[in-house]
């Protein structure tokens, strides 16, 4: 079955403590990108890769890194959390012939 | 600055009537648009995608239309049922120089009642 799968997909944390979304997508897409959706202010981009070792900033990328080493995986790393990074996290992935992003169920983060 | 603006309202209406959900953009020059529903606590999930020389598009019973002058996408649903309850997400290329971006507005709540 294809799918875009994250981990965790509920995790506390307290302020500081270095943390890792993981990201995994099983259709072979050359692009993947995280976003985190907060009430009133819908989806934004944070980070997005085109292909392996390349990846670029999307909107809302201070306090975020990623890395692409794999085509299939995608983490997102927040090295020191804080409260403001409590969000709702998603991770698409899309063929980019096609267009279309299948999403993963996401990962509700909570900063203390 | 670049804008997405779909209603922020709720859209109530009975179970049979069409709905209509109205994507508008500003600063966008957009190849394609794309309708996305969303399940409360749930990722989004791919409806549509119409391109720019493309005036309307259909899959069942969904149909959208693209209209580049006025920069706006109507999204229609026809004989709406309680289980097309949800919020719908327009979405559009960003024409980044440096890559792909896709941006959404922040959707629109659609409540179905039988």
């Known amino acids: 079955e294809a799918q875009v799968t994250q981990n965790p997909r509920y995790l506390i944390t307290v302020t500081g403590k270095k943390l890792t979304v993981t990201c995994s997508q099983n259709?072979?897409?050359?692009?993947m990108s995280w976003y985190r959706q907060d009430p009133g202010l819908g989806l934004r981009q944070i980070y997005y890769?085109?292909?392996?070792?390349?990846?670029d900033k999307g909107d809302v990328p201070e306090g975020y890194k990623v890395s692409r080493k794999e085509k299939r995986n995608f983490p997102l790393i927040l090295e020191s959390p804080s409260p403001n990074q409590t969000s709702l996290y998603f991770c698409?992935?899309?063929?980019?012939?096609?267009?279309?992003?299948?999403f993963g169920e996401g990962s509700r983060l909570t900063v203390l | 600055s670049q804008k997405i603006e779909q209603n922020s309202e709720a859209l109530n209406i009975q179970e049979g009537k069409t709905a209509t959900l109205t994507c508008n953009y500003t600063?966008?020059?957009?190849?394609?648009l794309q309708w996305y529903r969303q399940d409360p606590g749930r990722g989004p999930v791919f409806l549509l995608l119409?391109?720019?020389?493309?005036k309307e598009k259909r899959k069942e019973r969904l149909k959208v239309t693209f209209d580049t002058t006025l920069k706006q996408s109507l999204f229609h649903i026809t004989a709406s049922q309680p289980a097309d309850s949800a919020t719908y997400l327009c979405?559009?290329?960003?024409?980044?120089?440096?890559?792909?971006?896709?941006?959404f507005g922040k959707g629109t709540s659609l409540l179905v009642t039988p």
């Open positions: 698409a992935s899309s063929s980019l012939i096609a267009g279309e992003l299948f």
């Open positions: 259709m072979n897409h050359e692009y």
């Open positions: 890769s085109m292909n392996v070792e390349v990846t």
């Open positions: 600063n966008y020059s957009p190849a394609y």
């Open positions: 119409i391109r720019e020389n493309e």
């Open positions: 979405a559009l290329d960003a024409n980044s120089n440096s890559g792909y971006a896709l941006n």
